[in-house]
């Protein structure tokens, strides 16, 4: 199968030389060119498409959002948003994922050699899954087989199976929603259209660090209902979206009938922490059929586990359709261990929330 071709843009030549050795360690991956400035990228592109382009925020001559555009209107190709950028810049990283950006990374920094090797692990999955996106009608590059860490994890390493008694009903219920690529633009499209008394809410949506607070802000000023990161503790209350906090683990804990979410470190599962495998297992153990288990886009298969022990433990199921998925990646995966019991698309997925939830 051909390699994923990608063209990295930064002006640090020392970033882009990192970039294109972490990039290049996946044999599945052949980095094309690097470029210093848009103008410089462009020229490139002219001469070749590239599969997936990484993209730095702030550059001189032209910044990196307003480029986005530009490139959206005129040869639409997956992009990565790649910055150094933390809190104060995540804000508008969202505003690029607006744009049309599919992903966003840090940057590589130097650190420990465990967290080095996660850190650069995530880079390549992200790049990987950019191939796969479907940009605004064009269609996704077919992506080898994902490189295989020595041990890839599963929820085990973090909780143990559900203990497979049925749980009675109660008067509340709780939705677990994940997602990966594509799920930022496809979560605010569900819960903008939510009622502000929606059953409470807890997701996963693979970001880094940071970002997930600004993600978190954004979503609340747009919906009716409040959103905010997840924080140790924090009750799952109606008309509430908690946001899983990038780089922990969120799982969800019951007392009574009250729910709340715990946060925690811990390993990476499914290649991923937080882990939407980690928050649906949480639920198949603490709220069994007062659950709801929504599974959107997003390449590999954190979820899919989860999801069938939602299932088997009484909770309702549904998975986004392909055809409104950026990324027909862990929806496939759930809906081939028949974990869904139900195949919606986007559009349908905020009406089949509220009806599951009923009383």
């Given amino acids: 199968m ?11 030549a020392s970033v882009r030389q990192t970039m294109a050795a972490i990039l290049e360690e996946d044999p599945a991956i052949e980095v094309m060119g690097t470029a210093a400035d848009p103008f410089s990228a462009a020229k490139r592109i002219q001469e070749e498409v590239p599969d997936v382009i990484t993209l730095d925020v702030e550059m001189p001559r032209m910044d990196g959002i307003t480029f986005l555009r530009k490139l959206m209107q005129q040869c639409p190709v997956p992009v990565v948003m790649c910055s ?38 995530q880079i390549r999955d992200v790049v990987k899954a950019a191939a796969r996106a479907r940009v605004r009608g064009r ?14 994890l599963t929820a085990d390493a973090v909780l143990p199976p559900p203990s497979g008694k049925p749980m009675s009903r109660t008067t509340e219920m709780v939705v677990c929603m994940g997602a990966s690529t594509g799920g930022t633009e496809a979560l605010r499209e569900v819960l903008e259209t939510l009622p502000a008394n929606s059953p409470g809410i807890v997701i996963v949506q693979h970001m880094p660090e940071h970002f997930t607070r600004a993600f978190a802000q954004r979503l609340n000023g747009l919906c009716e209902v409040d959103v905010k990161e997840a924080a140790d503790g924090d009750p799952v209350l109606r008309g509430h979206v908690l946001i899983a906090p990038g780089g922990k683990h969120t799982m969800l804990e019951r007392q009574g009938a009250r729910y709340h979410v715990s946060v925690r470190d811990g390993p990476l599962v499914s290649r991923h922490r937080p882990s ?16 709801v288990g929504i599974i959107m886009t997003g390449m590999g298969d954190d979820g899919a586990r989860g999801l069938l022990e939602m299932r088997q433990a009484g909770a309702r199921t549904f998975a986004q359709d392909e055809a409104s998925s950026v990324v027909f990646g862990m929806p496939k995966e759930a809906i081939a261990r028949e974990a869904a019991d139900k195949v919606i698309p986007l559009s349908h997925i905020a009406r089949e929330l509220l009806a599951a939830t009923a009383r």
Wanted: glycine fraction near 6%; proline fraction near 8%.
């Fill in 2 to 12: 051909p390699k994923i071709r990608v063209l990295i843009v930064d002006d640090s």
């Fill in 84 to 121: 150094s950028l933390t809190e104060n810049g995540s804000e508008t990283l969202l505003q690029a994922m607006e744009a049309g950006a599919v992903d966003v990374i840090l940057k590589p920094r130097i650190g420990v050699a465990d967290h080095l090797a996660e850190h650069h692990l």
């Fill in 276 to 291: 939407v495998d980690v928050l649906f297992r949480s639920a198949a153990r603490a709220a069994g059929s007062n659950a």
């Fill in 139 to 152: 269609p996704g590059k077919p992506v080898p087989r994902m490189e295989a860490p020595a041990k890839k």
